[in-house]
Every structure is written in structure tokens, then in C-alpha cells.
């Protein structure tokens, strides 16, 4: 009984910078999310050095390019154990994005971004029915990534970047003290006992490199195509606990300690057609994988022996994921364009280890959006609004720390973009 729920202790609590990895960021320029994405074979700007840096060869002169997305997510639970309802707290993030691209000359461009790739935030109240599962989980990366790009003539494009990836984690949850005082044999008159606040916080770097082509049909079609390497992060955080007065028994056996674990973050491909359909309209069709199945398991290390264990393995089998879309440009006048998108993408989690900490679902995401140009100023400002398919949680995970938290989870997320450039 001790090792069984040893085990739910540290998965729940180093599991997360691993878990949180199954949310992608995607909003990565307002241009792109009005298109809901599907920009992977026409040029957006400087952004398209993240969708396709390829598309690096179609920007004459000097870019600049700065952007954000307010993120706004309204996650709900209702349980089966009680048919009551639970909302998350107010969940309000900002990832920015930053480009600088060059031409170098008629056949070389270069270029430097810094942006988000991966991300989540999800909080829950303290006394919720699945705070000995996850309370706070916040994860956030930051990448670095130059890249260079070649056209081989005017119809075929190449390109490659180097990614340098800062991962930094934040993974909270209460602890049942009175299920670890009965599970170490307590003295005589040791009762119920409040919770036990438990946090892992640490950070880690990776680097891996990613790819892109652009092949231009004719003058109406392009094709294109991104790849995304493995980056593996080597995670070393502490591990602390809030050991209430009332619980102070329990607070020589829950020692602080340092720990590490190693994540690995998913290879990605993107595939993109485009249509000139007028001189005036834009269509562009495409679809995204993501290699969630590297995510099979978790080892995590300690500095000291926690509960007479120093290592754990824990067994995670997500799957990959496909996303289809599509999205249009309306260039009203040399000024002013209109822009619309929707994309429909899976998720990576298997009912099997589907918990609160990543409340995954499949979603749609619907977007719209307007493109300003003035002069050698430009303003792209975007909105979506994805909405995730009710999902319900029915297993064992949490069983062994007394509440499993089944029952129906569902969220919807709003998102507004604003990205502002300028070239020379």
C-alpha cells in the first residue's frame, strides 16, 4: 500500500513539466491565427519564420515584428460523486513573440525569433475534489531560434533553424496528511489532519533544429512543408512541502528535495497547399502532426530518498495527434485585408492517464481577423475562439490518495492577437 501510493505522489508531482508539454502554442502571430494556421505555404510576414521559414525568401528588405495573444481559458468540472460543479480560476496568459528578418540577397534571407512553442496554465481552488491530484499547473517555454533560408530558384525554397528551448515549470497539489498518517502506522491520538500544500517548481534548456521547404507549382499553387526535431530537456527543480502545524508529525518524512527528470518534447511536421484563387483572395488547406507517442513514460530522480525511494517510473502512452485546417485572405485594397480560418485538431491523451493537470480534449478552434498596411507600418489583429469537447474522467488515477476527481470536464478558450511590423 506504501509503494502504490509512493507512486501517485511523485507522478503527480514531477509528471507535470512532462504532462503540461501536451498543450502546443500556436499563437505565434496574429496574421497566423486569423488563418487559424493554415499559412504553412504563403508568406505571412516575419512570423512565417516560425510557420515556414522558407517562405524567408519571399520578404524583400529588413523586417521587425512584435506580437501578442491574450489567452483566456474557462475550464469547468462536474462529479460524478456528487453531480456538483467546480470552475477553475481565471486563467489569463500572454505569449509574445518577437522577429527580425533579412535578405541578404537575391538568394539568401536570415533571420531570429523568439516566441513560445509550448505551454499551460491550469488552476484549481485548494479544497477542490481534485487537489490531491493538481492544484496549479503552470508551464512555460521560451525558444530561440535562427534560421537561414535559401532559394534554390524561383519556384523551390529551403530553409533551417536551430532551436534553443528554456523550459520552466511551476506544479502545485495538496496532500491527504491523514492517509500518510495511517499509512506510516501513527502514534496513538493522531487523527484527521488538514491537508499538506506540496510544489515543484524547476527549469531546464534543449536544442534541436527545424526545417522548411516552399515549392512553388505555378502561379496560382505552392506547397509547403515544416519539420520540427525532438528537444529533450533535462528538468532539475526542488520539491517542497507546507507542512501545517496541526500535520507537524508528518514533516520529518516529507523532507524539501532537489530532483530531476528528463522531457522530451515532440517532433512536429506541417504540411501546407495554397490557391491564388483571384487577385484579391487567398485560400490555403493543411494539416499538422505531433509526435505525442514519445511521451510513453516519465523517470524522475531524487536527491534524497522521499518515503524510502529515490527514483520512480511512471507509464504515461500518450498518442500523436493530427490537426486539419483551412483559412482565407480577402485583400480588400493594397491597404486593408480580411481574414478568417477554422481548424479541427486531436488530442494526445488516452482515457487511461487523462487527470486534471492537462484536462485535454479534441477542440475546434474558429478564428477571424484584419490586416492594416501603412506605409512600412503594418497591424494584424486577430480572434479565436476554440471550444473543447467534453471529456469525462473515469479511472483510477487519484485512487490511492482518496479522490479521483471523475466526472465531466470541459473548456473553452478565447484568444485575441495583435502583431504590429515594420520593414526598410
Known amino acids: 500500500m506504501k509503494n502504490i501510493y509512493l507512486a501517485i505522489l511523485l507522478s503527480l508531482c514531477m509528471a507535470g513539466p512532462l504532462h503540461a508539454s501536451g498543450f502546443g502554442v500556436f499563437t505565434q502571430g496574429a496574421k497566423g491565427l486569423a488563418q487559424s494556421n493554415a499559412v504553412t505555404a504563403h508568406v505571412t510576414g516575419p512570423s512565417s519564420l516560425y510557420f515556414n521559414p522558407a517562405l524567408l525568401t519571399d520578404l524583400q528588405g529588413t523586417w521587425f515584428?512584435?506580437?501578442?495573444?491574450?489567452?483566456?481559458?474557462?475550464?469547468?468540472?462536474?462529479?460524478?460523486?456528487?453531480?456538483?460543479?467546480?470552475?477553475?480560476?481565471d486563467s489569463l496568459k500572454t505569449p509574445s513573440s518577437f522577429y527580425f528578418t533579412t535578405q541578404l540577397n537575391d538568394q539568401v534571407s536570415a533571420g531570429l525569433g523568439i516566441y513560445f512553442p509550448f505551454g499551460l496554465s491550469t488552476e484549481w481552488d485548494k479544497d477542490w475534489e481534485g487537489r490531491y491530484i493538481a492544484t496549479t499547473s503552470d508551464v512555460a517555454t521560451t525558444n530561440i531560434n535562427p534560421v537561414v533560408a535559401y532559394r534554390y530558384n524561383d519556384r523551390f525554397s529551403i530553409a533551417v533553424g536551430l532551436d534553443i528551448l528554456y523550459l520552466d515549470a511551476e506544479l502545485a497539489r495538496q496532500l491527504n496528511s491523514t492517509l500518510i498518517g495511517v499509512l506510516i502506522n501513527p502514534p496513538e491520538g493522531l487523527g484527521m489532519l488538514p491537508d499538506v500544500g506540496q510544489e515543484f517548481s524547476g527549469d531546464g534548456w534543449g536544442v534541436g533544429y527545424n526545417l522548411?521547404?516552399?515549392?512553388?507549382?505555378?502561379?496560382?499553387?505552392?506547397?509547403?512543408?515544416?519539420?520540427?526535431?525532438?528537444?529533450?530537456?533535462?528538468?532539475d527543480g526542488e520539491l517542497g512541502f507546507q507542512v501545517p502545524l496541526d500535520a507537524a508529525p508528518l514533516a520529518a518524512l516529507l523532507p524539501d528535495t532537489g530532483g530531476s527528470a528528463d522531457v522530451r518534447l515532440p517532433r512536429q511536421a506541417s504540411f501546407g497547399l495554397a490557391w491564388q484563387a483571384s487577385d484579391q483572395l487567398l485560400i490555403e488547406c493543411g494539416t499538422r502532426w505531433e509526435d505525442w507517442s514519445s511521451t510513453e513514460e516519465l523517470r524522475t530522480d531524487f536527491d534524497q530518498p522521499l518515503l524510502g525511494q529515490s527514483a520512480d517510473l511512471i507509464p504515461r502512452d500518450w498518442e500523436d495527434t493530427w490537426a486539419v485546417n483551412i483559412g482565407a485572405e480577402y485583400q480588400l485594397d493594397n491597404r486593408i485585408s480580411l481574414m478568417a480560418g477554422y481548424l479541427y485538431s486531436d488530442n494526445p491523451v488516452p482515457d487511461s492517464t487523462f487527470d486534471p493537470t492537462v484536462p485535454d480534449s479534441d477542440a475546434h478552434l474558429f478564428t477571424i481577423g484584419t490586416g492594416l498596411t501603412l506605409g512600412d507600418w503594418t497591424l494584424d489583429l486577430a480572434y479565436g475562439f476554440e471550444h473543447h469537447r467534453d471529456r469525462s474522467k473515469n479511472n483510477q488515477i487519484g485512487v490511492s490518495t482518496g479522490m479521483t476527481a471523475n466526472g465531466e470536464y470541459q473548456a473553452d478558450i478565447h484568444l485575441l492577437a495583435a502583431s504590429i511590423g515594420y520593414h526598410f
Open 65 to 89: 515584428e512584435a506580437g501578442t495573444t491574450l489567452v483566456v481559458a474557462d475550464r469547468t468540472f462536474r462529479s460524478d460523486a456528487t453531480g456538483l460543479g467546480e470552475e477553475s480560476a
Open 212 to 235: 522548411g521547404m516552399i515549392y512553388r507549382i505555378n502561379e496560382e499553387l505552392s506547397f509547403g512543408a515544416t519539420f520540427r526535431s525532438h528537444i529533450d530537456v533535462e528538468v
